[in-house]
């Protein structure tokens, strides 16, 4: 037996246990309804991409011309929407067509319907993309406290600089692999001996609009005074730490502050 004779066989049963076992009138037109809206569902099949039938909609709406209680009685009793997607999945199985993981059905009864049973398949409105936010470069100070810095008031107004002892750091060839924008170069300030060649870099997260501070394998290491509380920076961490106005940075024993723009 067809999954279509199987089915007109639960509906015609369904309709005998609700109306007291006899035939209800206009039963059997309800169930031909019923088969004609698998019919037309299973006809939207189409080929895939790889050559296979598919059902390419996940949502159908049926519309249905009920003009009497009496008839509207016997299409609610059958046209169940969780029922029909049931059936629906069976139809396209058996018809050897890839069913869509989900399917939505809506059963509706128009006013003035021009026809006694309209199908329309269609695919769900995708979630329109929400636009990520980016925040703009607002520029930060970077004072220093301690050591003989490149320059003492450093204005931080690109996404990133590079701190270190140097202004260029050279491979063992004498060619550059590294520019400091901000750098304490050898001198008699004892602090500048503490900063390690590639020390440390500062970047700007557009996606959040945070400044963090990475630690690029210093010697001895990048730490932040906040509050009285000391956090330290992991070297080569992929985050980095957070920095907040008024942080203290110490890039081994030279520091600095993080101060706003004027």
């Known amino acids: 037996m067809s999954i279509l004779r199987r089915i007109e066989k639960t509906l015609d049963e369904r309709l005998r246990g609700i109306f007291g076992g006899g035939a209800s ?8 309804l019923y088969r004609d809206a698998l019919d037309q569902i299973a006809a939207r099949a189409s080929v895939g991409v790889r050559g296979d039938r598919v059902f390419p909609f996940d949502r159908i709406r ?13 299409l609610e009793a059958l046209f169940i929407p969780e029922q029909v997607a049931s059936d629906v999945r069976a139809t396209l ?27 329309i398949c269609d695919k769900a409105t995708a979630p329109t993309a929400v636009a990520p936010v980016v925040y703009p470069l607002v520029p930060v100070r970077l004072v220093t406290l301690a050591g003989a810095s490149s320059e003492p008031d450093f204005l931080v107004d690109r996404p990133r600089i590079s701190i270190g002892r140097v202004n260029e750091v050279l491979d063992s060839l004498g060619r ?18 503490s900063v390690s060649r590639a020390h440390a870099h500062i970047r700007f997260e557009p996606s959040s609009g945070e400044w963090r501070i990475y630690d690029d394998g210093s010697s001895l290491g990048t730490s932040i005074f906040r509050e009285g509380r000391r956090i330290d920076v992991p070297a080569h961490a992929s985050r980095g730490v957070m920095l907040r106005l008024g942080d203290e940075i110490y890039l081994g024993q030279a520091r600095l502050k993080f101060q706003p723009a004027p």
Do not use: C, H, M, Q
Request: glycine share 4%; charged share 30%.
């Open 25 to 32: 009138p206009g039963s059997s037109e309800a169930i031909e």
């Open 93 to 119: 199985v058996e018809a050897g067509v890839a069913a869509p993981a989900v399917l939505a059905i809506e059963i509706e009864y128009p006013e003035n319907p021009a026809v006694e049973i309209r199908v």
């Open 176 to 193: 550059a692999i590294r520019r400091n924008e901000l750098f304490f170069p050898e001198s008699e300030a004892e602090p500048n001996a």
């Open 62 to 74: 049926v519309e249905l011309k009920a003009d009497t209680p009496e008839r509207k009685a016997i």
